[in-house]
């Protein structure tokens, strides 16, 4: 039997189709655990059990501190987290949500998400994100965009989130891509960079032609020899051109760095650098954890 | 045991997911038959059977002719016939393909569908309806619009089809409201004009702004009380507010003529009518028919 890793504290980032967690040390990270049991699969009373199942190893015998974000404290998650309200830091320790547990080894608080009233948006567990990225880049002021299902696009300014824009161009990929009748047309490995370049000045030059724009890579496909690996590109292209049609009084003169995984990242990168944007790009995971930590520091403080 | 019905012809209209067919005699309809078993569900080898238990207690001992439009004569279909290329009539009964049938009593001819080269476009089964509306309103100048999965906006002039747009209109709705994130927020029947024309007009005035509009709707129903239904027909409203942001150079100065389901087709009547464009309504079904009969009887005069 191995002697459990007993970390300082534990971090969870916690979204609707996965669960991540890190054992803490003070100078590092000890271990690092995932798991598909995202909030979409799980019933409020089986949260708990799915958490220990990942870090059970990790635990001794004295209660250690649990940090989470994310899905986990929406109102189908494991306990609501209530939502901020921009403009305000995108973390505040004091309103983290503390979660009774029946395992005493664990105490488990959640992270709120923000809201911002008008125009209505919402996110969770981007806030995290954000400060984490606010901790690795101190005093940036300007914008952040976080690429992904639902990617957000943020105004920073001295430490605060004074706005933020919601839009669904992951998710309109996968429907899109997956389950219309475009995924006739998705078949084959790769990707087309011209393709993707083309979409992209599509979507900025004439946005209003989305619609026939998308049906176009089914009719190119079916009489003008269009590939799977154009068509995927170009429908990125097309998706991420309107995002940043819309997006454009965000990243117009303005500092801009990307949250989020590496490839998708790239692409933003590439899209604003066609829009003359040079874009900083920072990685993910890294500023969640970063984030997750600098609550965990401060609530060190306090208790 | 009832005698048979010995139409003098049989017009079928089978698309993706549905089977109709109608038992035709010189002056009118005999009886009418539909199935859901749509070229979605079916082989190859598939739709004669499928055919055959619909129209079976029709059929006497002599043969009868069926002329079929839409998605059958696909490359997924029963038997492929080659797209015939705008600008051209909708229909040309020469250009009819005759499928081999196992069973004496029918013979079968297929419609094929329209293509346009530059912008890559098709369609299959519309040209069919567009046939019928020509012959139900002969010497039509103007503008056909097809509401539906995959919309179809159409120039017709001198009795041919000049030029042709499809928008995934339908198709998207269907996605987002059922099976994206959006889905949580349309529960509830009902429906709500405001919600609709307030959609519609954001889309036309900033149709770039579709996919944060989209997550508004998700971020409304969370903060700020929207109901399934005014989500549901504001959606309807943003969706058919870029398809006609983008059409406009259809639909502008035009005479408009809607050719569909009653309730989709008022709703573009509406849409249309706030941008001052007064459209005429055509039933679909009717339509379908028609066109079906125009090539009946020229099939006739040439056999």
Same mark, same amino acid.
């Given at each position: ?112 998400? #923000?809201? %911002? =009233? ?12 954000? +400060?984490? &990225? $606010? *901790? ?115 990243? #117009?003169? %303005? =500092? ?12 933003? +990168?590439? &899209? $604003? *650098? ?30």
């Amino acid at each position: 039997m191995t002697s459990p890793l007993c970390p300082t504290w534990i971090a969870v980032d916690w979204g609707t189709t996965h669960l991540r967690a890190w054992a803490m040390a003070p100078d590092g990270i000890l271990a690092e655990a995932t798991s598909d049991e995202g909030m979409g699969r799980l019933a409020a009373t089986e949260f708990e059990a799915a958490l220990l199942r990942l870090i059970d190893p990790w635990l001794g015998t004295s209660a250690v501190q649990v940090i989470a974000c994310g899905m986990v404290g929406s109102r189908q998650g494991w306990h609501e987290a209530p939502y901020r309200t921009v403009p305000c830091a995108p973390v505040d320790p004091a309103a983290l949500v503390s979660v009774p547990t029946r395992d005493g080894r664990i105490r488990v608080a959640i992270a709120p998400g #923000l809201k %911002q =009233p008008k125009p209505a948006d919402v996110m969770r567990g981007e806030e995290t994100q954000i +400060a984490g &990225a $606010l *901790a690795l880049t101190p005093n940036y002021d300007g914008i952040l965009c976080l690429p992904g299902t639902h990617s957000k696009w943020a105004h920073i300014s001295a430490g605060e989130v004074v706005s933020f824009q919601t839009f669904m161009t992951g998710e309109l990929f996968a429907l899109l891509s997956e389950q219309s009748v475009l995924r006739h047309g998705m078949q084959g490995d790769g990707w087309d960079d011209t393709a993707f370049d083309s979409g992209l000045s599509d979507a900025l030059s004439r946005p209003e032609r989305l619609a026939a724009r998308l049906f176009s890579l089914r009719a190119e496909g079916l009489i003008a020899g269009l590939t799977g690996p154009q068509a995927r590109a170009r429908l990125s292209g097309l998706l991420i051109g309107i995002e940043l049609a819309a997006a454009k009084p965000y990243w #117009l003169g %303005q =500092p801009v760095a990307l949250i989020g995984a590496q490839a998708l990242s790239q692409l933003y +990168a590439r &899209a $604003l *650098a066609a829009q003359g944007v040079v874009a900083q790009i920072l990685p993910g995971p890294q500023c969640t954890l970063a984030g997750l930590a600098t609550l965990a520091r401060q609530t060190e403080t306090r208790t």
